[in-house]
């Protein structure tokens, strides 16, 4: 697998070009131009989803120049939380789940096997390379602030706020 090294955030909204302080939510999102990444950071106000072309994109903080201590992350507390929200169909633990693979693929604890289409919405088949078992989660479809709100979640759950 290649690595590829991303700039930290831009200190200026690419939208806008006003300021990004520290500690502001931002979109941030990754093009390629000319055979390399190029990222661009947007303040909340001046993102209106990702530009044509995008390769892709996320949410993040601005740093805030101190690195707080975070707690560690038990990756197979994780995994197991995983399986054990399979089968619940609340809309709140269906968004936590789905935030939840997001970072455990991002932890490259999750590889994505493929997408598909079930009953008209987005499942994501992920298998853990350690164990080998298959996870089918659910996209919910979230808008921007549903998806920051199951960020938070996730995040105050792993003491990270």
């Known amino acids: 697998m290649t690595d590829y ?4 955030p831009a200190p ?4 806008t070009g006003r300021e990004l302080k520290p500690g502001e939510r931002i979109f941030s ?3 390629l131009d000319g055979g390399r990444f190029v990222r661009q950071d947007y303040g909340k106000e001046a993102w209106g989803g990702p530009p ?5 994109f996320w949410q ?3 740093p805030t120049g101190q690195k707080p201590k975070k707690p560690p992350i038990d990756d197979e507390v994780l995994v197991e939380c995983l399986g054990r929200l399979e089968d619940d169909p609340t809309p709140q633990k269906m968004s936590f789940r789905y935030v939840l693979a997001l ?3 991002r932890r490259k604890r999750l590889r994505l096997e493929e997408t598909a289409k079930e009953s008209g919405h987005e499942v994501l088949r992920l298998r853990c390379p350690k164990s080998g078992t298959l996870y089918a989660v659910l996209d919910p ?5 549903e998806l920051e709100a199951a960020q938070d979640d ?3 759950v792993l003491g990270w706020d």
């Open 141 to 145: 479809g979230l808008s921007d602030d």
């Open 12 to 15: 200026r909204c690419a939208g």
């Open 154 to 156: 996730v995040f105050r």
């Open 60 to 62: 993040s903080k601005v």
């Open 103 to 105: 970072l455990l693929m």
């Open 5 to 8: 090294q991303i700039q930290a």
């Open 29 to 31: 999102v990754l093009l």
């Open 52 to 56: 044509p072309g995008f390769f892709s």
